[in-house]
Nanobody, 123 residues
Framework: QVQLVESGGGSVQAGGSLRLSCAAS????????MGWFRQAPGKEREGVAM????????SYVDSVKDRFTISRDNSKNTLYLQMNSLKPEDTAMYYC????????????????WGQGTQVTVSS
């Protein structure tokens, strides 16, 4: 059973930073796309950042480019999302997700999900 456990959410003021972590019970480097999604109340779940298996190449949704950085520690099977210059519109539940093979921005294409961690940014 694949498990993804997020941590690191919280409440910050606009302009602040948070780092999310996702501990995975699988080899996150060789075979799995790893990504971060978020869902705000009343909105659809959207992809935030993803990293393909076996590479360091990452992709970001336009709204977080130059502010967020996705990375992973292969030795710890842990995925990270460093979030800087946070804005109130970044407020959402953030989810770690995984998919065997290459990444997809469609949430329905990712099979494994964590329970989510809440990020709240106040103005």
């Amino acid at each position: 059973q694949v498990q993804l456990v997020e941590s690191g959410g919280g409440s910050v003021q606009a302009g602040g930073s948070l780092r999310l972590s996702c501990a995975a019970s699988l080899d996150i480097y060789r075979s799995y796309c790893m990504g971060w999604f978020r869902q705000a109340p009343g909105k659809e779940r959207e992809g935030v950042a993803m990293i393909n298996p076996g590479t360091s190449s990452a992709s970001y949704v336009d709204s977080v480019k130059d502010r967020f950085t996705i990375s992973r520690d292969n030795s710890k099977n842990t995925l990270y999302l460093q979030m800087n210059s946070l804005k109130p519109e970044d407020t959402a539940m953030y989810y770690c997700a995984a998919r065997f093979s290459w990444c997809s921005w469609s949430p329905s294409q990712l099979r494994y999900w964590g329970q989510g961690t809440q990020v709240t940014v106040s103005s």
